[in-house]
């Protein structure tokens, strides 16, 4: 009976722990994605300074 009640245990354990772990993948690619965003703005920012040190002006654009 004790073995029933440890294999039980160990499997509400699993299940646990599989639920953090789709959890931490969610959280995963949403950092992965994040991370793309930053990539792409500062790929964006870096092609007006180049543009802008092209125009002979070395200064961002006013909004």
Not at 13 to 24: F, G, I, K, P, S
Not at 39 to 57: E, F, M, T
Request: glycine letters at 4%.
């Amino acid at each position: 009976m004790a073995k029933l009640f440890e294999a039980a245990r160990l499997a509400r354990e699993v299940r646990a722990l599989q639920r953090e772990n789709e959890r931490m993948l969610g959280r995963m690619q949403e950092l992965e994605r994040e991370l793309a965003y930053e990539r792409r703005a500062s790929q964006i920012a870096q092609q007006w300074q180049n543009l802008w040190r092209y125009d002979g002006r070395d200064q961002t654009p006013m909004e």
